[in-house]
């Protein structure tokens, strides 16, 4: 399973329309919006690598208003014995 935050520009005047958009997607656990240099952080589930790119660039990417997308993939931090 791949976990993955994935932080959203949006066009001016569009961010109610691509919040609801997205928020209706599976993979989406979770969505806020926040300010700062991005608009929307999306929390997200795939199952593979190859899930997390064509969620990104066949469904995220084209949505109406979305300008850029930034993706974090998370990972479960190091044990402290390595």
């Known amino acids: 399973m791949i976990e ?12 109610r329309s691509v919040f609801q958009t997205v928020k209706k997607l599976k993979q989406v656990k979770d ?10 952080l999306m929390k997200i589930q795939v199952e593979t690598m190859e899930n997390l790119d064509a969620f990104i660039f066949d469904t995220i ?18 044990s402290e014995n390595h």
């Open 4 to 15: 993955a935050c994935i932080l959203l520009r949006v066009r001016p005047g569009m961010d």
């Open 61 to 78: 990417r084209t949505i109406k208003g979305v300008e850029r997308t930034t993706t974090l993939i998370t990972i479960e931090p190091p």
């Open 31 to 40: 969505i806020e919006t926040v300010y700062g240099a991005f608009d929307l």
